[in-house]
Structures are given as structure tokens and as C-alpha cells.
């Protein structure tokens, strides 16, 4: 018998999201019907049929347990790349669109990330905790368990270490964190003469300062803000530091950053808005995961990447939100994922997965979360409905009922 202190059951249908789904598990996500789960300090000990519960697991005194009432039970989502920390909003930028700007032209005036610097700098870091806090809320109320949370909203030494201060104030959640330093995100006014001095400062204070506060580094590649030799010079420096390597690559043109990417071997590349059949293969030979973000072609009103040519040419693929006041202004990975089987040509069963052991593939830590297995975090939500082709088609609602992180009812 094992013990545990966390019980699921009646599970009508309980997506494993196995990485190699094998009988009884059934289909692309490894569903087990009428299945329950137990877990043991926040990782999960025992997954079977709900008629062997009670012969497998006995439950120690004060035991949590969640009763599925044959909903169907997914995985947390892990959404693999947000902007999490900020100040204000630029409601005003999504409606001049609307009237025909574009985003590149207001980030050249200055406005766009930088109009967010701004109002970031200006704020404390009580305040930006506080508003962070809440978007977390509505991560973890929309299924996420797991978030990716990004500095670059400070783009000074002081401002990169307040957002990254408040990223590890916030760590725990829940939705845990995992934190990336993004002083690379655009160059900041004061540098406009003088990108190179801007680069150096990254390289040699803030990337170092930071390293105890972030896990990985991440540089926008792109015109108007770093070009392939900037960014190459700050992710060589911050794999030399010891970070794990993103890139924002290809988002508004043909930038170079996926070859990048490619090259430096980093674990994602996300956006890939323009890329070329090389891209994609060099991409797939250097095992680096694809990251899919279709709020950005909402809210831009761009074209939707393509994501069934990334799984054809062999991708492991993530979906993930891109939080942030700018470009995709939403915390729901539902949201998402009825873009993505709306637009990006793939199926509800691999946006599913992208959003859940992709994004845990896109933080290199698909060893512990993203998939309901013996030995992995106990991350899952329970649904208000009892089958997942339900969501992406029953939208603007949310269809998440409870939400257990490690093992604890969080929702
Ligand atoms: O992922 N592309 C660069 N960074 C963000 C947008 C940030 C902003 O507009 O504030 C993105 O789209
Ligand atoms: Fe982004």
C-alpha cells in the first residue's frame, strides 16, 4: 500500500500527457478513463483506475482530497514565457492600431516597450509586486501552475534588479515561477547614442548582478532592438554566467535570431513569425524548443504563425501567452489555445500538450512538471467539462473548476 497525503478521483477522463503514451492510456494525451491520482509531499505517487484506489493508496490523517465527479483532468498549464512584472497599461497604443499604426512605428518613437520602462521605473516595488500578485491570480484561475516571469521592463542595473527582487518575492506562488533576466529587451533612451555602452552595461553589471535572482537570459532580436551581433555578444556572455538561453527570434521579420537560437543551442526560440525551412531544421537539430504565441497575432493583428509546418518539420512546439501590456495583453492559456487550433493549423490534443509538457520542455524542466506521472510535481486542474475538445470551442469563459499545485488545493 502507499501512503499518500493528496487524493484524486473519479476522474471521467484523466489526461496523462505522457511523454510515450501506452495502453490503457489512450490517444495523443494519454488519457485514462475513470482514473484517480494520489500524491506524497507534492509529487505524485500512484496513477491508476479509480476501481484499484482503494487497494493501491491509504491516506495518512488530515489527507487532502478532490473529488473529479467525472470531469475531465488535465496537467497545469506551463506557460513558458510572460512579462509578468510591469506598471501601467497601453490600452491607448491597441487602439491606435486599431486605427492603422503599427508596432514597430510607435516603438521607434519611443513609445511601445519603452512607454512601459517608463511607468515600470516609476513604480515601487510594493506596487509592482502587488499587480504582478494579482496577474498571477488570474494565471492560476485560468489553469496555469507554472509561469515563466521576465524582467526587461527596467532596462537600468537598479530597474532589472527591483522587477527580478520581485519575481523571487513571488517565487512560490502559486503559479510557481521560474524567472528570466531580460534586460536585453529593447536599448533604453538614455543609450539611444550609444547602443554599444548599452550592451556592455548588460554584460558586465547587469547579467552578473542578476544571475542569483534568474535562470535564464533572454534577448529581443529584432529591428529596433538588438541586432544578431548585440544579441549573440549578451547570450554568449550570459551562457558564460551560467544562464539557460531564450530568444523573442523572427517576430516581425526575418531577424536572424533563429539561426541564433539554433547556434547557441538555447532550450526555446519563441515568436518564429518569419522564418525559412532552414530555420525550422537548423531550429529542430538543436533540440530547441519552438514557442508558439498567438496573442501577439491577435493583438498586432499580424498573421498567425504556422504551427503545423513547426510540428511537420519535427519541432517540439510550446504555447504560451506572452503576457504583456503591449503586444498580448491576456493571462489565459484557454485564450491561447483557441487561437492556436483556430489559426495555427494544429489540433486541440497538440495545443494541449504544447501548453502543458511543451512549456515544461521550453523551461527545461519537463522532469518534474507537465505530465501526470509517478515521480513528477502534482500539478493539475480539474474542468468544467468532461472533454477537452471543449476548450478552444467554448470560449470568452473559463472552463477551469479547481487547481491543485504540489499537491495542495490552490482553487
Ligand atoms: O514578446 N517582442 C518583444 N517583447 C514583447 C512585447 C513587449 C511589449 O510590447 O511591451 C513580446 O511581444
Ligand atoms: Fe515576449
Redesign the pocket.
Same mark, same amino acid.
Do not use: A
Given at each position: 500500500m502507499l501512503e499518500a497525503d493528496f487524493l484524486l478521483t473519479n476522474a471521467g477522463r484523466l489526461a496523462t500527457v505522457a511523454a510515450h503514451p501506452a495502453p490503457p492510456l489512450e490517444g495523443p494525451l494519454g488519457v485514462l478513463r475513470d482514473g484517480a491520482l494520489a500524491a506524497r509531499n507534492g509529487r505524485i505517487v500512484w496513477v491508476g483506475a479509480q476501481a484499484e484506489v482503494a487497494q493501491a493508496v491509504t491516506l495518512i490523517p488530515r489527507a487532502r482530497r478532490l473529488d473529479a465527479a467525472g470531469a475531465l483532468v488535465l496537467p497545469g498549464f506551463v506557460d513558458s514565457h510572460t !512579462?509578468l512584472v510591469f506598471a501601467g497599461h497601453r490600452a491607448g497604443e491597441f487602439h491606435e492600431r486599431l486605427r492603422g499604426a503599427t508596432y514597430a512605428e510607435l516603438l521607434a518613437q519611443g513609445r %511601445?516597450?519603452l512607454a512601459?520602462v517608463g511607468a515600470t521605473r516609476a513604480a515601487s516595488a510594493a506596487d509592482l509586486e502587488a499587480s504582478a500578485r494579482q496577474r498571477m491570480a488570474r494565471c492560476l484561475a485560468h489553469g496555469t501552475t507554472t509561469l515563466e516571469a521576465k524582467s526587461g521592463y527596467g532596462l537600468s542595473l537598479a530597474d532589472e534588479i527591483k522587477c527580478l527582487h520581485v519575481v523571487a518575492a513571488l517565487r512560490d506562488g502559486p503559479p510557481r515561477l521560474v524567472s528570466t533576466c531580460m534586460a536585453a !529587451?529593447t536599448v533604453p533612451p538614455e543609450y539611444r547614442a550609444d547602443r554599444a555602452a548599452y550592451v556592455r552595461l548588460v554584460c558586465d553589471q547587469i547579467l552578473p548582478a542578476a544571475r542569483p535572482l534568474a535562470d535564464f537570459c533572454d534577448v529581443?532580436c529584432e529591428t529596433g532592438a538588438f541586432d544578431v551581433a548585440e544579441s549573440r555578444t549578451i547570450l554568449e556572455r550570459a551562457r558564460d554566467l551560467g544562464y539557460k538561453l531564450k530568444l523573442?527570434a523572427n517576430?516581425l521579420g526575418h531577424s536572424g535570431g533563429a539561426a541564433l537560437a539554433a547556434e547557441l543551442n538555447a532550450i526555446s526560440a519563441d515568436h518564429l513569425d518569419f522564418t525559412t525551412d532552414a530555420d525550422l531544421a537548423a531550429l529542430r537539430d538543436a533540440s530547441v524548443v519552438a514557442t508558439l504565441l498567438p496573442g501577439?497575432s491577435y493583438t498586432l493583428r499580424h498573421a498567425y504563425p504556422d504551427g503545423r509546418q513547426w510540428l511537420d518539420a519535427g519541432l517540439k512546439l510550446s504555447l504560451a501567452t506572452?503576457l504583456?501590456? %503591449?503586444?498580448?495583453y491576456t493571462e489565459n492559456m484557454q485564450f491561447v489555445i483557441g487561437l492556436a487550433i483556430s489559426f495555427c493549423g494544429i489540433t486541440v490534443a497538440e495545443a494541449l500538450r504544447a501548453a502543458t509538457l511543451g512549456g515544461a520542455q521550453a523551461l527545461q524542466f519537463d522532469t518534474e512538471i507537465g505530465s501526470l506521472e509517478v515521480g513528477k510535481r502534482c500539478d493539475l486542474t480539474v474542468w468544467d467539462t468532461t472533454d477537452e475538445e471543449e476548450i478552444g470551442y467554448h470560449v470568452g469563459v473559463n472552463l477551469v473548476k479547481r487547481v491543485v499545485v504540489d499537491g495542495a488545493i490552490a482553487i
Open positions: !512579462h %511601445g516597450i512601459t !529587451h529581443f523573442h517576430q501577439c506572452d504583456n501590456p %503591449g503586444s498580448s
